[in-house]
């Protein structure tokens, strides 16, 4: 059996979703427009360069839902899904999940964004099995903390470590470990894989790709890729490599 690893934000997303919430909630006067769009482009910056504290971030993030249940929440994640992540999946993407589900591969989204905005995006695109950083609830209510490893940038190794030691299993009892990600923050479990796949790259991540000769893909429309093949990094010279070279 092979394991099939996602990043979720621009990767099967074109953007980032939690950025996307966040937006969401300015849009919708849930919070202070100008301030809280203010942090939350700071945060994302911070992200793209490699440099964000995830801890901080997370409080910020977690903020608006503190005191809330999910059926009180239930109204905002739905028109959030609606008005936000529906045209924020790739076309492509679909068949690059539905490939490696009809392998047998056991398939996870690994993501830094929040159990709360992510898991209905999961569900949308047919995956069951989410890591994601996790928000606490405390009798029903979010209580505006994280708890467990946040899984971002050497976390991700650890909660998928941990992930797996439940089910009985390692990364090497697989034959071949997949993960597909965009970004330089996902290096450390990007270099644990026995197949490392980047996906419509950062700078830094696709400057370490070609030195490593790891494949490129890309899963945005206006590449005009096919990935109607097999996504196995064996066929990656074929419709799914972005040229190594370029």
Same mark, same amino acid.
């Given at each position: 059996?092979? *394991?099939?690893?996602?990043d979720?934000?621009? %990767?099967?997303?074109?953007?980032?979703?939690?950025?996307?919430?966040?937006?969401?909630?300015?849009?919708?006067g849930?919070?202070?427009?100008a301030?809280?769009?203010?942090?939350?482009d700071?945060?994302?910056? @911070?992200?793209? !360069?490699?440099?964000?504290?995830?801890?901080?971030?997370?409080?910020?993030?977690?903020?608006?839902?503190?005191? &809330?249940?999910? =059926?009180?929440?239930?109204?905002?994640?739905?028109?959030?899904?609606?008005? #936000?992540?529906?045209?924020?999946i @790739?076309?492509? $993407?679909?068949? +690059?999940?539905?490939q490696?589900?009809?392998?047998?591969?056991?398939?996870?989204?690994?993501?830094?964004?929040?159990?709360?905005? %992510?898991?209905?995006?999961?569900?949308?695109?047919?995956?069951?099995?989410?890591?994601a950083?996790?928000?606490?609830?405390?009798?029903? #209510?979010? $209580?505006? #903390?994280?708890?467990?490893?946040?899984?971002?940038?050497?976390? &991700?190794?650890?909660?998928?470590?941990?992930? +797996?030691?439940? #089910?009985? &299993?390692?990364? !090497?009892?697989?034959?071949?470990?997949?993960?597909?990600?965009?970004?330089?923050?996902d290096?450390?479990?990007?270099?644990?894989?026995?197949?490392?796949?980047? /996906?419509?790259?950062?700078?830094?991540?696709?400057?370490?790709? *070609?030195? =490593?000769?790891?494949?490129?893909?890309?899963?945005?429309?206006?590449?005009?890729?096919?990935?109607?093949?097999s996504?196995? /990094?064996?066929?990656?010279? %074929?419709?799914?490599?972005?040229?190594?070279?370029?």
């Open positions: 059996m092979n *394991l099939a690893l996602f979720l934000d621009n %990767t099967l997303l074109h953007g980032d979703s939690d950025h996307a919430w966040g937006e969401f909630l300015v849009a919708e849930i919070v202070n427009a301030e809280f769009r203010r942090k939350n700071e945060y994302y910056a @911070h992200y793209q !360069a490699g440099s964000l504290d995830i801890q901080n971030y997370l409080r910020f993030a977690l903020a608006p839902i503190k005191g &809330k249940t999910d =059926h009180e929440l239930s109204v905002w994640r739905q028109r959030f899904m609606q008005t #936000r992540i529906e045209t924020m @790739h076309a492509a $993407t679909w068949p +690059l999940l539905r490696h589900q009809a392998s047998g591969d056991l398939s996870v989204i690994i993501t830094a964004t929040n159990a709360f905005v %992510t898991e209905p995006i999961a569900q949308r695109l047919g995956i069951e099995n989410l890591i950083c996790r928000a606490e609830k405390i009798e029903g #209510r979010y $209580t505006g #903390r994280s708890v467990d490893v946040p899984s971002f940038k050497e976390g &991700k190794v650890v909660r998928i470590n941990s992930w +797996l030691a439940e #089910r009985g &299993k390692t990364l !090497a009892d697989f034959d071949k470990s997949y993960f597909y990600s965009d970004s330089l923050n290096l450390p479990l990007l270099k644990m894989v026995t197949n490392p796949v980047a /996906v419509d790259p950062d700078e830094t991540l696709r400057a370490h790709a *070609l030195t =490593h000769d790891w494949p490129i893909i890309s899963l945005r429309a206006e590449a005009g890729l096919n990935i109607s093949a996504p196995s /990094v064996d066929l990656a010279a %074929t419709a799914l490599l972005v040229d190594n070279h370029a």
